[in-house]
């Protein structure tokens, strides 16, 4: 198993000083990468402390809402157009690498019309297995273990057919959809019938509910196979935190899990694997599955780097192991043979780590009042402590928030902010109220 500094060696080598680009619209999700890697640059669309806290490292930093007064950009593919700019300032060169947290067709197009090389999945993969409908398709197909499902327009189905052939709890999925927005749990007629006049002639895909914990699986493929990053347990529902009964809210890796129950999410694991192996899939994906006594039944993947990566990955290197998001640009880049069953091994064991997400529980657009700023703070006093945005600069009894800026406008069910911890949890496994208060009190 190569330990962090063999692989960023081999990484350095095989890019031969090629520039590498992480653009994202918020520079978290690159956090990480330019503490490994040189020449490293941070192209994002949001303001936040971290992109101050970045540059004060000397870190090299492109923020569009700070940096570039006037702009029109608002998506990462938008954000490109600074390309032709750092090209004539000798920044970036043709050939130079640029990754994006998630891929979509335009930024395919920006990327390939500016002559970088993309450390994505294509886009055409990413929505046929990220869809709901196409993706339950491609899981029946290879056995992959799923609740029960029917697949259809929804005005093709009854809440009586529902009921009877799922019982009296089900769940609607949209073709489309993150974060929950796109997944509704019924259990009445009067639940279903106002969606199915709202959204008649959706494609959905409706599922048997099937009761038991949610976890999400943080992966990379490889040619040797699927790399573990990290199992985190999910975190949902909790009505202070959001106003999605579905919608998640954090999670930790004091996952739980027994040994039957990592080893049939193996098996599960082996199915995927196959499948993507069959489309020549590589690089970052994520599984959210649920585990009824010792049946993992996979219910989501999302074909792109995940929102714990960052985390993650910060994690990883306090595991001593590889970094998921460093063994992502590695698969690209042709470094391709790892230890498997070692890495996933040590990947797979709890931590005592996690998060809890603040959403805007308003059915309108929320302007962020408090004046906190990212860092570490005392869990029991609420008292700064110091800047940071690494959560491995928390103490026992400390815990770091990242926020959004004074005065950002948050769509509903928007992250107004986020806190990661080392003992997120009670006896009974329930996040301490502790997390949660202290969360409720930030935009008062």
């Given at each position: 198993?190569?330990?962090?500094?063999?692989?960023?060696?081999?990484?350095?080598?095989?890019?031969?000083?090629?520039?590498?680009?992480?653009?994202?619209?918020?520079?978290?999700?690159?956090?990480?990468?330019?503490?490994?890697?040189?020449?490293?640059?941070?192209?994002?669309?949001?303001?936040?402390?971290?992109?101050?806290?970045?540059?004060?490292?000397?870190?090299?930093?492109?923020?569009?809402?700070?940096?570039?007064?006037?702009?029109?950009?608002?998506?990462?593919?938008?954000?490109?157009?600074?390309?032709?700019?750092?090209?004539?300032?000798?920044?970036?060169?043709?050939?130079?690498?640029?990754?994006?947290?998630?891929?979509?067709?335009?930024?395919?197009?920006?990327?390939?019309?500016?002559?970088?090389?993309?450390?994505?999945?294509?886009?055409?993969?990413?929505?046929?297995?990220?869809?709901?409908?196409?993706?339950?398709?491609?899981?029946?197909?290879?056995?992959?273990?799923?609740?029960?499902?029917?697949?259809?327009?929804?005005?093709?189905?009854?809440?009586?057919?529902?009921?009877?052939?799922?019982?009296?709890?089900?769940?609607?999925?949209?073709?489309?959809?993150?974060?929950?927005?796109?997944?509704?749990?019924?259990?009445?007629?009067?639940?279903?019938?106002?969606?199915?006049?709202?959204?008649?002639?959706?494609?959905?895909?409706?599922?048997?509910?099937?009761?038991?914990?949610?976890?999400?699986?943080?992966?990379?493929?490889?040619?040797?196979?699927?790399?573990?990053?990290?199992?985190?347990?999910?975190?949902?529902?909790?009505?202070?935190?959001?106003?999605?009964?579905?919608?998640?809210?954090?999670?930790?890796?004091?996952?739980?899990?027994?040994?039957?129950?990592?080893?049939?999410?193996?098996?599960?694991?082996?199915?995927?694997?196959?499948?993507?192996?069959?489309?020549?899939?590589?690089?970052?994906?994520?599984?959210?599955?649920?585990?009824?006594?010792?049946t993992v039944y996979i219910i989501e993947m999302n074909a792109r780097q995940q929102m714990t990566v960052a985390f993650n990955s910060h994690i990883n290197v306090m595991?001593?192991?590889?970094?998921?998001?460093?063994?992502?640009?590695?698969?690209?880049?042709?470094?391709?043979?790892?230890?498997?069953?070692?890495?996933?091994?040590?990947?797979?064991?709890?931590?005592?780590?996690?998060?809890?997400?603040?959403?805007?529980?308003?059915?309108?657009?929320?302007?962020?009042?408090?004046?906190?700023?990212?860092?570490?703070?005392?869990?029991?006093?609420?008292?700064?402590?110091?800047?940071?945005?690494?959560?491995?600069?928390?103490?026992?009894?400390?815990?770091?928030?990242?926020?959004?800026?004074?005065?950002?406008?948050?769509?509903?069910?928007?992250?107004?902010?986020?806190?990661?911890?080392?003992?997120?949890?009670?006896?009974?496994?329930?996040?301490?109220?502790?997390?949660?208060?202290?969360?409720?009190?930030?935009?008062?």
């Amino acid at each position: 198993m190569y330990n962090l500094e063999e692989l960023v060696s081999k990484i350095e080598q095989k890019r031969n000083g090629k520039t590498i680009l992480y653009v994202s619209n918020e520079v978290e999700h690159g956090v990480g990468l330019s503490d490994y890697l040189e020449n490293v640059i941070h192209i994002c669309l949001k303001h936040s402390n971290t992109v101050d806290y970045l540059k004060e490292e000397g870190k090299t930093v492109i923020c569009f809402d700070s940096d570039i007064p006037n702009h029109t950009a608002r998506s990462s593919a938008d954000l490109l157009q600074i390309i032709p700019t750092l090209k004539e300032q000798g920044i970036v060169s043709d050939g130079d690498y640029v990754q994006t947290f998630k891929i979509s067709p335009k930024f395919e197009f920006e990327a390939e019309t500016h002559k970088l090389v993309i450390l994505n999945t294509s886009s055409e993969l990413n929505q046929l297995f990220e869809r709901k409908v196409s993706q339950a398709n491609l899981f029946e197909k290879e056995l992959v273990c799923i609740p029960k499902t029917r697949i259809g327009q929804l005005d093709t189905f009854s809440y009586d057919d529902c009921a009877e052939y799922f019982g009296n709890k089900f769940v609607i999925q949209f073709d489309r959809g993150h974060t929950g927005s796109g997944t509704r749990f019924i259990s009445s007629e009067e639940e279903f019938k106002p969606i199915s006049e709202k959204f008649p002639k959706r494609s959905v895909r409706i599922s048997e509910y099937v009761e038991g914990d949610t976890y999400s699986v943080n992966c990379c493929m490889s040619s040797s196979g699927v790399l573990i990053g990290g199992i985190y347990r999910q975190i949902t529902g909790i009505p202070e935190l959001t106003s999605n009964r579905g919608g998640t809210v954090g999670g930790t890796f004091q996952h739980g899990l027994l040994g039957s129950q990592l080893d049939a999410l193996g098996v599960e694991l082996l199915k995927i694997e196959k499948l993507l192996g069959n489309y020549s899939y590589k690089g970052l994906f994520g599984l959210d599955f649920i585990v009824s006594d010792d049946t993992v039944y996979i219910i989501e993947m999302n074909a792109r780097q995940q929102m714990t990566v960052a985390f993650n990955s910060h994690i990883n290197v306090m595991q001593k192991i590889p970094p998921l998001n460093l063994l992502h640009i590695a698969v690209f880049l042709g470094i391709d043979t790892f230890e498997i069953e070692e890495i996933n091994r040590y990947s797979t064991r709890e931590i005592h780590a996690g998060q809890l997400y603040l959403r805007n529980t308003h059915d309108s657009v929320l302007k962020v009042s408090h004046e906190k700023k990212t860092g570490v703070y005392s869990l029991e006093t609420g008292e700064f402590i110091k800047t940071s945005y690494q959560f491995s600069d928390c103490s026992e009894g400390e815990i770091l928030l990242l926020t959004q800026l004074k005065g950002t406008s948050i769509k509903p069910e928007g992250e107004v902010a986020r806190i990661q911890g080392r003992n997120l949890l009670d006896e009974n496994g329930f996040p301490l109220k502790s997390y949660i208060d202290f969360l409720t009190r930030i935009n008062q």
